[in-house]
């Protein structure tokens, strides 16, 4: 396994149009967290499965952003009507549920989204 | 509210001397505290975790103290080199969400 993926790398939109990404997390991970990050800034969390099931999602995640993880293997992260302020770098992380609450995280390489 | 505050300035030092980081928290009582490095365009790299229980942490060149009196971690790395040039972040679970500081951007010039 080569570690969590991330596909597009980037992505470039108009205003108005969807956009849909995906992650590929570590196989034997069922802990998948999708975050959000924007220059000078540190990731902003977004949404958190556990294996199929979305546990938890942050207030930064308006009605225009939906996230799936059908299957509890790969996850895809929807954007509708795009915004300007959408622009950013899209993170998906991965992490096993051995142990406590304290394992790290395995981090993706982004998607660059830009909105024109 | 919650916050986690990182030294604003980037940090510049010369190749071989010690650099500190710092974390400052707010309105958490974390069981851990983690630290990566993030590296231009790409997604941070775990690099130590440090238990409420623990004073202290060391990997490698890396020592991490956590002191939750004052509310602190302070991460250090020794004898820095250039390599070592990145963006170090201090994250902290709330609910089952990380939460990061902003971050503090270091430059070890030869």
């Known amino acids: 396994d080569t570690g969590v993926s991330q596909d597009p790398r980037h992505k470039i939109t108009k205003r108005g149009q969807n956009v849909t990404f995906r992650c590929d997390p570590i196989?034997?991970?069922?802990?998948l967290y999708w975050y959000r990050q924007t220059l000078g800034q540190g990731p902003e969390f977004l949404t958190y499965?556990?294996?199929?099931?979305?546990?938890?999602k942050s207030r930064l995640l308006s009605d225009r952003f939906s996230a799936e993880r059908p299957k509890g293997s790969f996850s895809t992260l929807e954007i509708q009507r795009t915004e300007q302020g959408d622009s950013a770098m899209y993170l998906c992380?991965?992490?096993?549920?051995?142990?406590?609450?304290?394992?790290?995280?395995?981090f993706g390489p982004g998607t660059r989204l830009t909105v024109l | 509210s919650q916050k986690i505050e990182q030294n604003s300035e980037a940090l510049n030092i010369q190749e071989g001397k010690t650099a500190t980081l710092t974390c400052n928290y707010t309105n958490y009582s974390p069981a851990y505290l983690q630290w990566y490095r993030q590296d231009p365009g790409r997604g941070p790299v775990f690099l130590l975790l440090i238990r409420e229980n623990e004073k202290e942490k060391r990997k490698e060149r890396l020592k991490v103290t956590f002191d939750t009196t004052l509310k602190q971690s302070l991460f250090h790395i020794t004898a820095s080199q250039p390599a070592d040039s990145a963006t170090y972040l201090c994250?902290?679970?709330?609910?089952?969400?990380?939460?990061f500081g902003k971050g503090t951007s270091l430059l070890v010039t030869p």
């Open positions: 499965f556990q294996n199929e099931a979305q546990l938890e």
């Open positions: 994250a902290l679970v709330s609910g089952y969400a990380l939460n």
């Open positions: 992380a991965s992490s096993t549920t051995s142990g406590s609450w304290g394992n790290e995280q395995f």
């Open positions: 196989s034997e991970h069922n802990r």
